[in-house]
């Protein structure tokens, strides 16, 4: 970090958590960001550092004194008002807001998340994986066919083709990640490694929308809650009359979810493990008669360090790593990760293998006839674009993020809502009528402080108080409105939220607030400008009713849609046996095929729909 960078960051830092207050010191604050801020992309680092600098000179054009000369309480006025200009300029300063809070949060807390974490002997050792690194492989691979991605739909599909006989290699963009690591190493790290962009992923858009996908041997299941639900009876029905999926009918893919929670050894959070967030959301359901239960995950032996997000420290949470992956191994499958693949070879109408890049730029070919596509639904469609492959009018389009909004309660007595699972007990009340699904969810310790409104003294005073804040969060069934596009061979997101989608999201809002306060807590932190703060439900309800939706803080963690499989031509770029249109040889088995949301968390409808593909490229 540069000087003017490092000073314009203390600068910042000092008005969200200034020292003089009991905040970090300027040193310390830097130190804390640049950690982060450095394993970003360049195109993230620079405009981060943009927006600091902007920030100052709005700070000195508004006061004619650097914020650094200015007072702890001039220095929070200044930022207040500022953020008050317009939604973009308040909407700058809350994304550098999260970014420090995040990076200070992180590293406050690094001593109890380590030791939270090695607390209790690993639960499982790491597997028995055949895994070479790019730079360790061979410039040209022979195999029968090449999976492109490890996560949940290229692990299953894998899995499959292995067992066949089929002599199959597995590429995979992220490392193989130790649980040693996990337990070692500093949580910033830990985040930043595993997530693609470092975790600041985003689909833009009004409002932006924060996007984190996982990027390791093992996907996206690496860093996930370990939510498995299946996909809800008229999810399937719908896939199957509306769009032909074949695929989906019930009565066909009940074997594949059996096998998926067989493979993953899904059960409901133990209530001894559940932790206060999720007991609380329980308390607040049966106050007001609604349905709830703890969530079905898959985690045998978890210890509710709440760390899912980061790497599970213990080998707990069962993702395809630990399961799908080693069986897939087992059968003579190869895994060669830090390789991103660059383009599906092909020639005369059918496959003829891929060829990826190492982290130097030297190519790794892998000649196969049967290239299995799973790199997920935002690079899958830059994939097959740059492939020549990508000529499909809806590729790309009709993203589903099953975006999500959350709010926290204060309740005056010490909650600590990160000792326990990290998602733990779900209200589907509303879900069946309002596509309204709600989760208890915590974060790793300090890594969710940006749930805490104002700045300065407003602002320590809350994180002072967080453990006395318990954290629930909403996913709302959304419509395919987004659109990935491809610039300079980086996936590029655009999500504009349909009005009707904003609505489901009010009508979440309200709903998590009415569970808060009967559960018994005395103020909900709504995050949203004008009220942060509200200490009653109509008053809840007032704010949201002239709330500008815009200003919403959102995020999503289910991208899907992106290359729908089913009979439609026009409307599905995947046939519907999981086939690619126009090109003999390819297959895609991630979350772009599923034609619509899910509707609850998607781990399960991925693998299974994975597993009925495979068994239709074995079979052909």
Same mark, same amino acid.
């Given at each position: 970090?540069?000087?003017?960078?490092?000073?314009?960051?203390?600068?910042?830092?000092?008005?969200?958590?200034?020292?003089?207050?009991?905040?970090?010191?300027?040193?310390?604050?830097?130190?804390?960001?640049?950690?982060?801020?450095?394993?970003?992309?360049?195109?993230?680092?620079?405009?981060?550092?943009?927006?600091?600098?902007?920030?100052?000179?709005?700070?000195?054009?508004?006061?004619?004194?650097?914020?650094?000369?200015?007072?702890?309480?001039?220095?929070?006025?200044?930022?207040?008002?500022?953020?008050?200009?317009?939604?973009?300029?308040?909407?700058?300063?809350?994304?550098?807001?999260?970014?420090?809070?995040?990076?200070?949060?992180?590293?406050?807390?690094?001593?109890?998340?380590?030791?939270?974490?090695?607390?209790?002997?690993?639960?499982?050792?790491?597997?028995?994986?055949?895994?070479?690194?790019?730079?360790?492989?061979?410039?040209?691979?022979?195999?029968?066919?090449?999976?492109?991605?490890?996560?949940?739909?290229?692990?299953?599909?894998?899995?499959?083709?292995?067992?066949?006989?089929?002599?199959?290699?597995?590429?995979?963009?992220?490392?193989?990640?130790?649980?040693?690591?996990?337990?070692?190493?500093?949580?910033?790290?830990?985040?930043?490694?595993?997530?693609?962009?470092?975790?600041?992923?985003?689909?833009?858009?009004?409002?932006?929308?924060?996007?984190?996908?996982?990027?390791?041997?093992?996907?996206?299941?690496?860093?996930?809650?370990?939510?498995?639900?299946?996909?809800?009876?008229?999810?399937?029905?719908?896939?199957?009359?509306?769009?032909?999926?074949?695929?989906?009918?019930?009565?066909?893919?009940?074997?594949?979810?059996?096998?998926?929670?067989?493979?993953?050894? @899904? %059960?409901?959070?133990?209530? $001894?493990?559940? !932790?206060?967030?999720? *007991?609380?959301? /329980?308390? +607040?359901?049966?106050? =007001? #008669?609604?349905?709830?239960?703890?969530?079905?995950?898959?985690?045998?032996?978890?210890?509710?360090?709440?760390?899912?997000?980061?790497?599970?420290?213990?080998?707990?949470?069962?993702?395809?790593?630990?399961?799908?992956?080693?069986?897939?191994?087992?059968?003579?499958?190869?895994?060669?990760?830090?390789?991103?693949?660059?383009?599906?070879?092909?020639?005369?109408?059918?496959?003829?293998?891929?060829?990826?890049?190492?982290?130097?730029?030297?190519?790794?070919?892998?000649?196969?006839?049967?290239?299995? @596509? %799973?790199?997920?639904?935002? $690079?899958?469609? !830059?994939?097959?674009? *740059?492939?020549? /492959?990508? +000529?499909?009018?809806? =590729? #790309?389009?009709?993203?589903?993020?099953?975006?999500?909004?959350?709010?926290?309660?204060?309740?005056?007595?010490?909650?600590?809502?990160?000792?326990?699972?990290?998602?733990?007990?779900?209200?589907?009340?509303?879900?069946?009528?309002?596509?309204?699904?709600?989760?208890?969810?915590?974060?790793?310790?300090?890594?969710?402080?940006?749930?805490?409104?104002?700045?300065?003294?407003?602002?320590?005073?809350?994180?002072?108080?967080?453990?006395?804040?318990?954290?629930?969060?909403?996913?709302?069934?959304?419509?395919?409105?987004?659109?990935?596009?491809?610039?300079? !061979?980086?996936?590029?997101?655009?999500?504009?939220?349909?009005?009707?989608?904003?609505?489901?999201?009010?009508?979440?809002?309200?709903?998590?607030?009415?569970?808060?306060?009967?559960?018994?807590?005395?103020?909900?932190?709504?995050?949203?400008?004008?009220?942060?703060?509200?200490?009653?439900?109509?008053?809840?309800?007032?704010?949201?009713?002239?709330?500008?939706?815009?200003?919403?803080?959102?995020?999503?963690?289910?991208?899907?849609?992106?290359?729908?499989?089913?009979?439609?031509?026009?409307?599905?770029?995947?046939?519907?046996?999981?086939?690619?249109?126009?090109?003999?040889?390819?297959?895609?088995?991630?979350?772009?095929?599923?034609?619509?949301?899910?509707?609850?968390?998607?781990?399960?409808?991925?693998?299974?729909?994975?597993?009925?593909?495979?068994?239709?490229?074995?079979?052909?």
């Amino acid at each position: 970090m540069t000087g003017l960078a490092e000073r314009v960051t203390a600068a910042f830092g000092a008005a969200l958590l200034p020292p003089e207050r009991g905040g970090p010191s300027p040193t310390q604050l830097v130190e804390r960001v640049d950690r982060y801020v450095t394993q970003l992309p360049t195109t993230s680092r620079r405009a981060i550092r943009a927006g600091l600098l902007s920030l100052a000179a709005a700070s000195y054009l508004t006061t004619g004194r650097s914020m650094s000369r200015l007072s702890p309480d001039r220095r929070t006025a200044v930022l207040a008002r500022i953020a008050a200009l317009s939604p973009d300029a308040g909407a700058a300063i809350e994304g550098l807001k999260a970014i420090v809070l995040l990076a200070n949060g992180a590293d406050s807390y690094a001593a109890e998340l380590l030791h939270r974490g090695t607390e209790y002997d690993v639960a499982r050792p790491d597997a028995a994986l055949t895994v070479t690194a790019s730079t360790d492989a061979p410039s040209m691979i022979h195999a029968d066919a090449v999976v492109v991605g490890s996560g949940a739909g290229g692990a299953m599909a894998a899995r499959t083709l292995a067992r066949a006989g089929i002599n199959t290699v597995v590429l995979e963009e992220g490392r193989r990640w130790s649980v040693e690591e996990f337990r070692d190493m500093h949580p910033i790290d830990r985040y930043a490694g595993l997530y693609r962009g470092g975790g600041a992923t985003l689909a833009l858009g009004r409002p932006t929308v924060v996007l984190p996908i996982g990027r390791a041997v093992g996907g996206t299941t690496v860093v996930n809650s370990g939510t498995c639900y299946r996909p809800p009876l008229p999810v399937q029905q719908r896939w199957r009359d509306e769009f032909g999926l074949g695929l989906a009918d019930p009565a066909r893919l009940a074997g594949h979810l059996d096998d998926v929670e067989q493979t993953l050894q @899904v %059960a409901p959070v133990p209530l $001894e493990i559940m !932790g206060n967030n999720g *007991r609380l959301l /329980l308390e +607040g359901a049966a106050a =007001l #008669g609604w349905q709830a239960a703890p969530i079905p995950r898959n985690a045998p032996g978890c210890g509710a360090c709440c760390q899912c997000a980061i790497g599970c420290p213990r080998n707990a949470k069962f993702g395809v790593h630990l399961n799908a992956l080693p069986q897939a191994c087992a059968h003579g499958a190869q895994i060669v990760s830090g390789a991103r693949v660059e383009r599906v070879l092909h020639s005369g109408g059918r496959a003829r293998g891929v060829r990826a890049r190492r982290s130097d730029g030297t190519a790794v070919d892998v000649l196969a006839d049967i290239v299995v @596509v %799973a790199a997920g639904a935002t $690079e899958t469609p !830059g994939l097959l674009r *740059r492939s020549g /492959l990508g +000529g499909h009018p809806r =590729l #790309g389009r009709n993203l589903a993020l099953h975006p999500a909004a959350m709010l926290a309660g204060y309740f005056g007595a010490e909650i600590m809502a990160w000792r326990g699972v990290l998602q733990s007990a779900a209200v589907d009340e509303l879900h069946a009528t309002h596509g309204v699904l709600i989760e208890a969810t915590s974060t790793p310790p300090g890594m969710g402080s940006m749930v805490f409104p104002g700045y300065g003294t407003e602002l320590l005073s809350w994180l002072e108080r967080a453990p006395q804040v318990a954290t629930f969060g909403a996913m709302i069934a959304d419509r395919g409105v987004g659109r990935v596009y491809s610039s300079r !061979g980086q996936a590029l997101v655009r999500y504009d939220i349909s009005p009707d989608d904003t609505a489901k999201l009010i009508t979440a809002l309200e709903a998590i607030g009415k569970l808060l306060f009967a559960a018994g807590a005395v103020e909900v932190l709504t995050g949203l400008p004008g009220a942060p703060t509200v200490s009653s439900q109509p008053a809840l309800q007032r704010l949201l009713r002239r709330t500008n939706p815009k200003s919403l803080h959102l995020a999503a963690f289910h991208p899907t849609g992106t290359a729908a499989a089913g009979a439609d031509e026009q409307r599905c770029p995947v046939d519907a046996t999981g086939r690619l249109r126009g090109v003999d040889g390819v297959w895609v088995v991630d979350a772009s095929i599923l034609p619509s949301c899910p509707e609850v968390n998607p781990q399960v409808s991925i693998m299974a729909l994975a597993l009925a593909v495979a068994d239709e490229i074995v079979a052909a």
